[in-house]
């Protein structure tokens, strides 16, 4: 009971940061390896968050592919009675450039308000490698937190970017061998580890947009730095083994996002999904002549 309390607690003081918190429980590996050509596509995608049933916030995400630059913004709140007892909502978004075939950022953004406050995180990202980042306004020093090296910043995703799941190969991307991933995350404050393995097949039907298959992954998560090691939220999204997530297609893409993602608690379980997801191919740009 006293742990359920404490969790509690927690997950009271992370509500009006909803929207960060969804982005990061979506941020996922992009799958390592070539694509064999360069695809373009949009989503247009909202969706719905509830805890034990009682709908807890909505949120946007729109997903922009190009033959050379992407671009991903997502925005979100609370919702219902949550928002009369603590209102809060938040935006993020990355950009970059597409190699080959592969996602490179090289900048997010994310923004949380709350009605005591708005904070601020920018990172900015080299090739994997974190250039620089800051969190406006400063947090204060917390000395029970494992503390960030610059080497817990090289080879990591953003968590926007990271959401964006790329399946190699030129057979179906909506397949068990898309849940072969993990990556590591930093969000400007935490490192951490998702990992992905192959759960089941699913069909599908958001109430506007795609009807279809979606491929259902077991998500871990381990964190590694950044984070107070005694913190109940921290413990208990450690220790599980029953977190999913159900990722569907953008079209003319290998691109995977999540439809779906379903995490237990203490005060029953968490769900985010989609009600509207749009999606479209994009025609190639034609190279302009004299």
């Not at 050379?68 to 009369?84: E, I």
């Amino acid at each position: 009971m006293l742990a359920t309390s404490h969790f509690a607690q927690d997950l009271r003081s992370a509500r009006p940061r909803l929207a960060g918190w969804l982005m990061a429980l979506c941020a996922l590996a992009l799958a390592w390896g070539a694509v064999p050509a360069a695809a373009q596509g949009k989503l247009e995608a909202q969706y719905e968050a509830s805890l034990a049933g009682i709908p807890v916030g909505k949120g946007a995400w729109n997903i922009d592919i190009q033959d050379d630059v992407f671009s991903a913004a997502a925005a979100g709140g609370t919702t219902g009675l949550l928002k009369s007892f603590t209102g809060g909502s938040g935006t993020g978004a990355s950009q970059g450039r597409v190699v080959n075939g592969a996602l490179v950022a090289t900048g997010y953004q994310a923004s949380t308000t709350t009605q005591k406050k708005t904070e601020e995180i920018r990172i900015t990202l080299d090739k994997g490698n974190v250039k620089d980042f800051a969190i406006l306004p400063e947090p204060p020093v917390d000395p029970d937190r494992i503390v960030v090296t610059e080497a817990h910043r090289r080879g990591v995703w953003d968590p926007m970017t990271a959401s964006l799941l790329r399946v190699p190969g030129t057979g179906d991307p909506v397949s068990p061998d898309a849940c072969h991933n993990g990556a590591p995350v930093f969000d400007g404050r935490m490192r951490y580890d998702l990992k992905l393995d192959f759960k089941r097949m699913e069909t599908v039907k958001a109430e506007k947009g795609y009807k279809g298959p979606v491929v259902v992954c077991s998500l871990y998560f381990v964190p590694v730095a950044g984070y107070i090691p005694d913190r109940p939220v921290i413990k208990y999204l450690a220790a599980q083994r029953n977190i999913e997530i159900a990722f569907a297609p953008v079209a003319g893409t290998r691109i995977l996002v999540p439809f779906w993602l379903k995490v237990p608690t203490p005060l029953g379980p968490a769900l985010l999904e989609a009600t509207s997801f749009i999606t479209s191919a994009q025609p190639p740009r034609v190279a302009k002549t004299q």
